[in-house]
């Protein structure tokens, strides 16, 4: 049971270069989420998925597109990188049903750096 | 004002010590309470959740104000692997969405 992966795990780009982020889960959670991580800022969704087939903007979504691939995956993608775009990603997912909140997991986070 | 506030620190103190973190939230509709725990340049982990009533889990004791929309966290006997960022995580739920509201984080260092 791996948790929550996410590839890579550093990454530096140009600006204007394009990537794509990858993350799986394996505890059959049906919510998952992406988030940026600054200094100062504290963790900010990007985009989330509340269950497959769905997508929707978080806080800070612009930059950004995702897909929810299946289940277990939800990738994000950098169309054209930015200096801004600087940081360090971290995927999570957890399973939402009813009122109650069910503990979040974060994968281990991709730390990119745009030139 | 940010929805989630907290002093950033960082809180130095040495091995024994008790240290006391504290939290502000702004939205009155929030439901529940985390503090989750960030070792250095890794991933955020739920280290416990805080009820009105207060709770504790070994050194770690957690407590909620509703009336003053505050929460915080007190470590006793503080330990070198205390050593951390302290998140203040605030989550609500709107029958349509739910959301989770993280602080920026508190940084601890336990010294010798």
């Known amino acids: 049971n791996a948790g929550v992966t996410q590839t890579p795990k550093f990454q530096v780009l140009k600006t204007g270069q394009s990537m794509t982020l990858q993350c799986a889960q394996d505890m059959n959670h049906n919510s998952m989420y992406w988030y940026r991580q600054d200094p100062g800022m504290g963790l900010r969704l990007i985009y989330y998925s509340a269950s497959e087939g769905t997508t929707d903007k978080g806080e800070v979504p612009n930059g950004y597109n995702v897909s929810r691939l299946n289940k277990r995956e939800f990738s994000l993608r950098l169309e054209s990188a930015a200096p801004s775009q600087t940081s360090v990603y971290f995927c999570?997912?957890?399973?939402?049903?009813?009122?109650?909140?069910?503990?979040?997991?974060f994968g281990p986070g991709t730390r990119l750096t745009v030139l | 004002r940010k929805e989630v506030e907290q002093d950033p620190g960082p809180f130095n103190v040495p091995e024994g010590a008790t240290v006391a973190f504290n939290c502000t939230y702004s939205?009155?509709?929030?439901?529940?309470f985390f503090w989750y725990r960030q070792d250095c340049r890794k991933e955020p982990k739920l280290l416990m959740s805080v009820y009105s009533s207060g709770n504790e889990d070994g050194r770690f004791t957690a407590q909620l104000n509703r009336a003053s929309q505050y929460i915080s966290l007190l470590i006793r006997d503080s330990k070198l692997s205390d050593s951390a960022t302290y998140l203040c995580?605030?989550?609500?739920?709107?029958?349509?969405?739910?959301?989770?509201?993280f602080g920026t984080g508190t940084r601890l260092q336990v010294t010798l």
């Open positions: 939205n009155s509709a929030s439901q529940s």
């Open positions: 995580v605030v989550y609500e739920n709107t029958g349509t969405a739910s959301k989770l509201t």
């Open positions: 999570a997912s957890r399973w939402v049903a009813g009122d109650s909140y069910n503990e979040q997991f």
